[in-house]
């Protein structure tokens, strides 16, 4: 498997820090990449590795930022295949609708997470000295050449690429120069010019990839529910990872899988699966002496289930053997 996708027809490697752990993301940002040197006013870009403290509960939130001479950009890519329904309209987190040959889907909506993440985002230090307008829109690019894109707004459904749901636009990425070309034309005047300069771009660059590294801490919210972040090791797997976690004074489990490692085609089956054994530990919930179920959340690339604190673990070793299976298949 390649570490990058550098392709040597391009006037410089626009590369900088380490890349994505993904085949498809190292593939899409290379597309990406290609598609950004057909335009000559983003000549000078560059695309960086995502800052760790961009989020204070997690260590990765963007796939990628592109800094170029209209400002940076964040970029949450994504491989699902088959016909794709982006609701631009909501803040429901479940409003990505896939169907493929694996079936229908309900999944995360990566408009809803990039919109909430601008807004941290364009609070980084680094930032600060960017205008709001060089610094608060973000990209969703589908990476799959099997991907049909649609994007409902405002009761209207248009084909990506889509720039009309105010910060936060959709595109494949062979549609993205044509569209960031568009945008840039729509924010800055069709007689464009650069608003930042090499040497200005190098500088951003050289401050995003120089940021320290902060451990994460404390607790997230998942749902309705606080998270505390240290793991429970005597009761988690190599399938899943067992939490404490808290829902008013009552304490409870949480079993989080982690989808990050799997492509979509993988991700979409998995979750079914997941979301099928759920279903099954619920309707144990009455049964005498079965830890009893009470919600599951799907956040980015974790699925998880929360189940009544027990010593006894019989819902564990279910999902466990499920789990094992699945893997051996």
């Given at each position: 498997?390649p570490s990058?996708?550098?392709?040597?027809?391009w006037?410089?490697?626009?590369?900088v820090g380490?890349?994505?752990?993904?085949?498809?993301e190292?593939r899409?940002?290379?597309e990406i990449?290609?598609e950004l040197?057909?335009?000559?006013?983003f000549?000078?870009?560059?695309?960086?590795?995502?800052p760790?403290?961009?989020?204070e509960?997690?260590?990765r939130?963007f796939?990628g930022?592109l800094?170029?001479?209209?400002?940076?950009i964040p970029l949450?890519?994504?491989d699902?295949?088959?016909a794709?329904?982006?609701?631009m309209?909501?803040?429901k987190?479940n409003?990505l609708?896939?169907?493929?040959d694996?079936?229908?889907?309900?999944?995360?909506?990566?408009?809803?997470?990039l919109?909430?993440?601008?807004r941290?985002?364009g609070?980084?230090?680094q930032?600060?000295g960017l205008?709001?307008e060089?610094?608060?829109a973000?990209?969703v690019i589908?990476?799959?050449h099997?991907?049909?894109v649609?994007?409902?707004?405002d009761?209207?459904s248009?084909p990506a690429?889509?720039m009309?749901a105010g910060?936060?636009?959709?595109a494949?990425s062979t549609q993205?120069?044509e569209?960031l070309?568009?945008?840039?034309?729509?924010?800055?005047?069709?007689?464009?010019?650069?608003?930042?300069?090499?040497?200005e771009?190098?500088?951003?660059v050289?401050?995003l990839?120089?940021?320290p590294?902060?451990?994460?801490?404390g607790?997230?919210t998942?749902?309705?529910y606080?998270?505390?972040?240290?793991?429970?090791?005597?009761?988690?797997t190599?399938?899943f990872?067992?939490?404490?976690a808290?829902l008013?004074n009552?304490?409870v489990w949480?079993?989080?899988?982690d989808?990050?490692h799997?492509s979509a085609?993988?991700r979409?089956?998995?979750l079914?699966s997941?979301?099928?054994e759920?279903?099954v530990?619920k309707?144990l919930s009455?049964?005498?002496?079965v830890q009893?179920?009470q919600?599951?959340?799907l956040?980015d690339?974790?699925f998880y289930v929360?189940?009544?604190k027990?010593p006894?673990d019989?819902v564990g070793k279910?999902?466990?053997n499920?789990?094992s299976?699945r893997?051996t298949?």
């Amino acid at each position: 498997m390649p570490s990058h996708f550098v392709n040597h027809h391009w006037p410089y490697n626009p590369f900088v820090g380490p890349q994505e752990d993904r085949l498809h993301e190292r593939r899409g940002l290379a597309e990406i990449a290609t598609e950004l040197f057909k335009q000559q006013m983003f000549e000078g870009f560059r695309i960086v590795s995502c800052p760790p403290i961009l989020n204070e509960n997690s260590s990765r939130l963007f796939d990628g930022l592109l800094v170029y001479p209209f400002g940076v950009i964040p970029l949450e890519l994504k491989d699902h295949h088959g016909a794709i329904t982006i609701d631009m309209g909501t803040n429901k987190r479940n409003s990505l609708l896939v169907e493929n040959d694996l079936g229908t889907s309900y999944l995360s909506n990566p408009a809803t997470k990039l919109r909430e993440s601008l807004r941290r985002f364009g609070d980084l230090p680094q930032l600060k000295g960017l205008t709001p307008e060089l610094k608060n829109a973000g990209l969703v690019i589908f990476t799959s050449h099997h991907a049909e894109v649609e994007c409902v707004f405002d009761g209207q459904s248009t084909p990506a690429p889509f720039m009309h749901a105010g910060e936060v636009m959709v595109a494949k990425s062979t549609q993205l120069s044509e569209l960031l070309f568009q945008f840039c034309r729509t924010r800055f005047g069709k007689k464009l010019k650069k608003r930042l300069t090499d040497s200005e771009i190098n500088q951003l660059v050289k401050d995003l990839t120089t940021l320290p590294t902060q451990p994460v801490q404390g607790a997230i919210t998942v749902g309705d529910y606080e998270l505390e972040l240290t793991p429970i090791q005597a009761e988690s797997t190599d399938y899943f990872t067992v939490y404490n976690a808290h829902l008013f004074n009552e304490q409870v489990w949480a079993k989080c899988f982690d989808l990050d490692h799997l492509s979509a085609v993988h991700r979409q089956s998995e979750l079914q699966s997941l979301g099928r054994e759920a279903l099954v530990l619920k309707r144990l919930s009455r049964v005498e002496g079965v830890q009893r179920y009470q919600d599951k959340e799907l956040v980015d690339d974790k699925f998880y289930v929360f189940v009544e604190k027990s010593p006894y673990d019989n819902v564990g070793k279910m999902v466990t053997n499920a789990a094992s299976e699945r893997s051996t298949t």
